[in-house]
Nanobody, 124 residues
Framework: QVQLVESGGGLVQAGGSLSLFCGTSRRALSNYAKAWFRQAPGQEREFVAAISGSGGTTNYADFVEGRFAISRDNAKNTVYLQINSLKPEDTGVYYC?????????????????WGQGTQVTVSS
């Protein structure tokens, strides 16, 4: 059962930017901690960024290097991921995960609810 819905992916040239969106129709999930993961073909799902239910705490993967920014608007039940200076290695399916409480753990097993993902393709 799909709990979250991602959107905003697409084809973009290297150096460009994208904004990804994660929404939910389940009010119970609107204030949960959220995270973005990505999965390249043949690779495991990897952590990108997380944000607490209030939005006051964030956590990023080391590879982000300041190019990604996670934020949320609980009034709109939406979490955002802004990606700048895109690189071909950023290509993959980007997933939104949700957990009732904040966690510093970066494993996908720490998140219980998931969307179906949105494809990001970066051309060189």
């Amino acid at each position: 059962q799909v709990q979250l819905v991602e959107s905003g992916g697409g084809l973009v040239q290297a150096g460009g930017s994208l904004s990804l969106f994660c929404g939910t129709s389940r009010r119970a999930l609107s204030n949960y901690a959220k995270a973005w993961f990505r999965q390249a073909p043949g690779q495991e799902r990897e952590f990108v960024a997380a944000i607490s239910g209030s939005g006051g705490t964030t956590n990023y993967a080391d590879f982000v290097e300041g190019r990604f920014a996670i934020s949320r608007d609980n009034a709109k039940n939406t979490v955002y991921l802004q990606i700048n200076s895109l690189k071909p290695e950023d290509t993959g399916v980007y997933y939104c995960g949700s957990n009732p409480t904040w966690t510093n753990k970066q494993g996908s097993g720490s998140y219980y609810y998931w969307g179906q993902g949105t494809q990001v393709t970066v051309s060189s």
